[in-house]
């Protein structure tokens, strides 16, 4: 994308929704950032206007009759206008306001028709050292078009048959023997080059679905699905980074599962694993969209909430614990029953560092079990405390194993 604080709108008219389109199957986050991409490589844009600018004035100044002045007024109009239309579009899409992709991109056909008709007049006049230019200067465009829009293939195509394709039919009408060869070069070039563009599109969407991928396994626990250790701390900083803007409340619920190695001691981890992810789908159906579970190792779960009260945040860990102590079907006609408890961190009161809040709540949760399991326990100054000597042994073993080694 042009930049990452950029977001530009998808096209809405149905022709630039053709053309704009990259696939069936496409994530619209991927749809989204190749439509950024359209609006990117600024230096080929400007290259590729002053490229044909400067051909149109040559022209226009060498041979000042009404085809090649029609040709300069129609590529100053259409260059000024698609300046002038990617400033705005970068200016909305800054703030994320709707961007006006649809006239950008017919105004970027516009174009490559302006180059087409410059090419055509110039081969049907017969004036070959304007032919010369032109046809020069279209096809250098080509492979710029091609470069710069290989996000949406069919946009591509159409301009690069659109800036090149008029040399067919002005070579017919220039009535020169020895040009009809181009009725062979132009289609098969035009050919490759849109070919061109839509293998270079696969490819770009193959990466980009690999990229999400291994930033999804990365992030995710594969056996539930859930955040894992890495995403949970990454939705934390985000929210906490949020709620300091907004002076809202985070709550961080960490959940152990009781009685869970009874299970896998009884049935096996196959039915372990089962119940963990009926869990980890009990978990997900109490929560909000925006509310965050992860499952960070064993039968180990965190949930993130918005809190307005330390009282709220009980409550939630009141309800979960009602949801996930409930007999689970395991399959083949075996059914457990666990339950869970939960100690509970609050920021700003407990602190403003994922980790910290999780040593915290992990400390809170070591209250509640030792309380008789099955309860829910708000960090204390005591739990603060106990979590800060857990965070300094663990800084102090390795040192001392350093110095011994």
Request: proline share 1%.
């Given at each position: 994308m042009d930049s990452p604080t950029r977001v530009y709108s998808l096209p809405r008219w149905r022709v630039t929704r053709w053309l704009a389109d990259c696939g069936a199957d496409v994530p619209d986050d991927i749809r989204v950032e190749l439509i950024g991409n359209l609006f990117g490589g600024l230096p080929v844009f400007f290259g590729g206007v002053i490229n044909t600018m400067s051909v149109a004035i040559a022209i226009a100044v060498r041979n000042p009759t009404a085809p090649f002045i029609s040709w300069l007024v129609l590529e100053t109009l259409v260059c000024v206008g698609r300046l002038v239309v990617l400033l705005i579009a970068r200016h909305a899409a800054l703030r994320r306001r709707q961007t006006p992709t649809d006239l950008y991109l017919l105004l970027a056909v516009a174009?490559?028709?302006?180059?087409?008709?410059?090419?055509?007049?110039?081969?049907?006049?017969?004036?070959?050292?304007?032919?010369?230019?032109?046809?020069?200067?279209?096809?250098?465009?080509?492979?710029?078009?091609?470069?710069?829009?290989?996000?949406?293939?069919?946009?591509?195509a159409a301009m690069i048959v659109a800036s090149m394709g008029a040399c067919i039919p002005g070579a017919l009408i220039a009535g020169q023997p020895l040009l009809y060869v181009v009725f062979l070069q132009a289609p098969l070039y035009l050919a490759a080059m849109g070919a061109?563009?839509?293998?270079?599109?696969?490819?770009?969407?193959?990466?980009?679905?690999?990229?999400?991928?291994?930033?999804?396994?990365?992030?995710?626990?594969?056996?539930?699905?859930?955040?894992?250790?890495?995403?949970?701390?990454e939705a934390v900083e985000t929210r906490?980074?949020?709620?300091?803007?907004?002076e809202t409340r985070l709550a961080l619920l960490f959940l152990d599962l009781d009685n869970f190695k009874n299970v896998n001691d009884t049935f096996g981890h196959?039915?372990?694993?089962?119940?963990?992810?009926?869990?980890?789908?009990?978990?997900?159906?109490?929560?909000?969209?925006?509310?965050?579970?992860?499952?960070?190792?064993?039968?180990?779960?965190?949930?993130?909430?918005?809190?307005?009260?330390?009282?709220?945040?009980?409550a939630m860990g009141q309800r979960l614990i009602g949801a996930v102590a409930r007999t689970y079907s395991l399959g083949e006609g075996v059914t457990a029953a666990v339950g869970v408890s939960i100690g509970i961190a609050v920021a700003p009161e407990h602190g403003d560092d994922p980790e910290d809040l999780l040593a915290i709540a992990d400390a809170a949760l070591y209250e509640a079990k030792s309380g008789g399991k099955s309860r829910c326990c708000m960090a204390s100054p005591m739990t603060n405390l106990a979590a800060l000597r857990r965070l300094q042994a663990g800084i102090a073993k390795p040192a001392a194993d350093s110095a011994a080694a």
């Open positions: 174009w490559s028709v302006s180059v087409g008709y410059g090419v055509f007049v110039s081969m049907a006049i017969g004036d070959w050292v304007a032919a010369t230019l032109a046809c020069l200067s279209a096809a250098a465009m080509v492979g710029g078009i091609c470069f710069r829009n290989f996000s949406a293939p069919r946009l591509a061109a563009a839509f293998r270079l599109n696969k490819m770009l969407v193959a990466t980009m679905r690999a990229e999400r991928e291994n930033s999804h396994r990365a992030k995710h626990d594969a056996l539930t699905g859930l955040a894992n250790r890495r995403g949970l701390i906490l980074v949020a709620g300091t803007a907004s196959a039915f372990g694993d089962r119940l963990l992810r009926l869990v980890a789908e009990r978990l997900k159906r109490e929560l909000a969209a925006d509310e965050v579970a992860a499952r960070i190792g064993g039968d180990e779960f965190v949930v993130v909430i918005d809190a307005a009260t330390q009282a709220a945040a009980i």
